[in-house]
């Protein structure tokens, strides 16, 4: 049967010139929100970011085809995953392994692209720069199924899928009722009973967990740790965890360095734990967990578990060691909820509900190799969690945040409750999506919203012309075009930044609370004008007795410095004109 294939627009005709320079302006309807990362995802060394309105967009390195641009360009901002087919899926869910991608739509129905030399695409061994249908769950029924219609040559409908993931050189898939599914380079039983690693394209059930619902699924190099219902089906808080594959440090968390082939029970995440299980992620050769504790209260505690390889610091315990038990990280906030976490290669990243990001393990927690490290006081690996500062509001607190994603050496956070990226790390074939290949050791701004139409086919524009060998006028025309147009946009964005968190800085200065959009009087968003006393002292009919208090205490301090320094300029006022008075009297004869 042969492969959908989604064909780029870009593809199907060519742009002149001329039709980029004429292109009529938007109109003001155009003038709305931009898109809403809903999702991220990120490979070795490229990113997926999924908006509101079932886009994907891509960026980083392009070999292979895992950005989905119909080539293997890099691309150094978010681009837009090649697509044409009518009617163009909604996509609601993304993942990234190593050098290859998938893409969930709306229907259940699975797209790949990318590295497929282990089959991990779903279809064949050949890779593919375009986004495909994984046709084979077209021709599956649920695992439920399986064996009877095997029977009988009764039709099935097609397999629907809820959530992916990818990750190394394999993927996974949970199905609408709860069963899961493998493709690509996975832990696997020899018919002697062993243990191997096996490449399939096609994709495999996990009978395992046959009888329950399978509700997260976390992969690395060679591991895999799912969260299972304890029971039939999933109730909210009833989460068991279970690992197998490569075990040669420890990574299950089952207290041993022995390889498994099949699913087995981390004991300590297990019925009997007094911790339920919320969040699962894989490194390389190591594991985190999040956890709630189980408990009546109101108040959530909730705790980071890792285990397994330790050599760059990235099981955060203040040591390099290997662990093969699951142990919590100290030194992470006790009094907010941890909300996001994730696992690159060597090092980890979690995200509070207050806007904190706290990262360990290789490079000072920044997962950058030896080749691109920091010098001086602050090189080296860090053991212990580490805070990142936030650019936007010049403390240790992002603002909205929403999810971290973590590459192989470098990271992206979502926030401004899903209209902002933030990324850090190795900044090498673009993938910090900035338009630039440095690294950068603290948070900069993605350069999102996405490029606007226009820009997008000065892009295209030039790619088709390098690839056709074009060299003439048109072509340098485009080239120059695109590096105006680029730095342009890079600048306004830069500005754009510095506004931002000027405002922000001034607004809680002002009013004691961080700037939110969503919240913006009345007042500014219908006039030009902003009536600050007016705003001010709605504030102050709005609080309780506690922020009074505290606003009372915050201005009752500023008044009192400006007295101390209207006195102190006075004072020395005063010596100066005493010191001119007794100058002018000793000249006088």
Excluded at 83 to 107: C, M, Q, T
């Amino acid at each position: 049967m042969p492969r959908v294939v989604l064909v780029p627009s870009s593809l199907s005709h060519s742009h002149s010139s001329s039709a980029v320079s004429s292109t009529a302006p938007l109109p003001p309807a155009a003038a709305q929100m931009p898109p809403k990362v809903v999702a991220v995802a990120a490979g070795e060394a490229h990113t997926l970011a999924l908006s509101g309105d079932g886009e994907v967009y891509s960026w980083g390195r392009g070999m292979f085809g895992r950005l989905g641009t119909g080539r293997e360009a890099d691309e150094h901002v978010p681009t837009a995953v090649a697509g044409g087919g009518s009617p163009r899926p909604r996509f609601v869910a993304v993942a990234a392994g190593a050098y290859h991608s998938l893409a969930l739509d709306d229907e259940g129905s699975l797209w790949s692209w990318g590295y497929n030399i282990y089959g991990q695409l779903g279809y064949g061994e050949e890779n593919s720069p375009f986004p495909c249908l994984v046709e084979r769950f077209q021709d599956l029924g649920s695992p439920e199924t399986l064996q009877a219609e095997a029977q009988n040559s009764g039709t099935q409908s097609s397999l629907k899928l809820s959530s992916v993931k990818a990750g190394g050189m394999m993927s996974f898939a949970i199905d609408t009722l709860g069963a899961m599914w493998m493709w690509g380079n996975c832990p696997q039983q020899t018919d002697a009973g062993e243990f191997c690693i096996a490449a399939s394209s096609v994709p495999l059930p996990v009978w395992d967990f046959h009888g329950h619902t399978v509700v997260k699924v976390a992969c690395g190099n060679e591991h895999v740790v799912a969260a299972v219902s304890a029971g039939e089906t999933y109730t909210g808080c009833d989460l068991v965890c279970y690992a197998w594959g490569n075990n040669n440090h420890g990574q299950l968390g089952l207290g041993d360095k022995e390889s498994r082939s099949r699913p087995v029970l981390i004991s300590g995440f297990g019925e009997g734990s007094s911790w339920d299980v919320y969040e699962i992620a894989c490194g390389a050769w190591h594991t985190a967990v999040l956890t709630n504790k189980k408990s009546f209260d109101v108040d959530l505690e909730s705790r980071c578990w890792t285990f397994g390889l330790g050599d760059n610091g990235q099981l955060g315990h203040g040591t390099t060691a290997t662990i093969c038990s699951p142990q919590p990280v100290d030194g992470l906030p006790t009094g907010s909820f941890l909300i996001s976490l994730d696992c690159g290669l060597f090092h980890t990243t979690v995200v509070s509900s207050d806007g904190e990001v706290w990262c360990w393990g290789m490079e000072r927690g920044l997962g950058l190799c030896p080749d691109a490290s920091f010098s001086g006081v602050d090189s080296g690996d860090a053991l212990r969690p580490i805070r990142v500062q936030s650019p936007e509001t010049n403390g240790f607190k992002f603002l909205g945040p929403v999810q971290v994603t973590c590459g192989a050496a470098h990271t992206v956070l979502v926030a401004g409750d899903g209209y902002r990226m933030w990324a850090w790390g190795r900044g090498r074939s673009g993938v910090l999506g900035r338009n630039q290949t440095a690294d950068s050791y603290i948070p900069c701004v993605v350069m999102w919203p996405p490029l606007d139409e226009n820009f997008q086919e000065i892009r295209e524009d030039r790619a088709q012309a390098s690839t056709s060998g074009v060299n003439d006028q048109n072509s340098a025309e485009l080239e120059q075009k695109l590096s105006a147009a680029s730095e342009e946009l890079q600048f306004l964005r830069s500005k754009l930044t510095l506004m931002e968190r000027y405002a922000n800085i001034l607004h809680i200065s002002i009013f004691r609370k961080p700037l939110d959009e969503r919240t913006l009087p009345r007042s500014l968003q219908e006039s030009p004008v902003f009536d600050i006393r007016k705003e001010f002292e709605n504030i102050l009919d709005t609080a309780d007795t506690d922020e009074l208090n505290r606003l009372e205490i915050f201005y009752r301090s500023m008044l009192s410095g400006v007295k101390d320094k209207l006195l102190k300029r006075r004072v020395q006022e005063m010596v100066q004109e005493c010191i001119v008075s007794l100058s002018a009297g000793r000249q006088t004869p």
